[in-house]
């Protein structure tokens, strides 16, 4: 699943992919995936992409997070959980310093 939203992701130009192995870090979810985009319309239509290719694969979001506002759009799927930054916020806060200890992966396409 992080590999197909990694994949929707780049489809619309996303910055800086990864993801971060959370199962020893955390209980409630397995992969955190982390991109960014320059806008706050990237990264909506980055958002929307995302939830389009996960629906088309009968996959529904559990929650859904910061989409009007643009700067930090979450969608959480259970195993995994989407963070869209613009490119700022993602410097501001950090979440692969914030959880240093997750291992990183660098998706390509």
């Given at each position: 699943?992080?590999?197909?939203?990694?994949?929707?992701?780049?489809?619309?130009?996303a910055?800086d992919i990864v993801v971060?192995?959370?199962?020893?870090?955390?209980?409630s979810?397995?992969?955190?995936?982390?991109?960014?985009?320059?806008?706050?319309?990237?990264?909506?239509?980055?958002?929307?992409?995302?939830?389009?290719?996960?629906d088309?694969?009968g996959i529904?979001?559990?929650?859904?997070e910061?989409?009007?506002e643009?700067?930090?759009?979450?969608?959480?799927?259970?195993?995994?959980?989407?963070?869209i930054?613009?490119?700022?916020?993602r410097e501001?806060y950090a979440?692969?310093?914030?959880?240093?200890e997750a291992?990183?992966?660098?998706?390509?396409d």
């Amino acid at each position: 699943m992080s590999q197909a939203i990694c994949a929707a992701a780049s489809d619309k130009k996303a910055r800086d992919i990864v993801v971060m192995d959370m199962k020893n870090l955390m209980s409630s979810t397995d992969y955190f995936m982390v991109c960014s985009a320059p806008t706050a319309t990237q990264v909506r239509a980055i958002a929307d992409n995302i939830e389009e290719k996960m629906d088309e694969a009968g996959i529904h979001f559990n929650h859904k997070e910061g989409y009007r506002e643009g700067e930090w759009v979450l969608l959480d799927y259970g195993d995994v959980v989407a963070h869209i930054f613009r490119q700022e916020a993602r410097e501001y806060y950090a979440l692969e310093r914030l959880w240093g200890e997750a291992p990183l992966t660098p998706y390509e396409d």
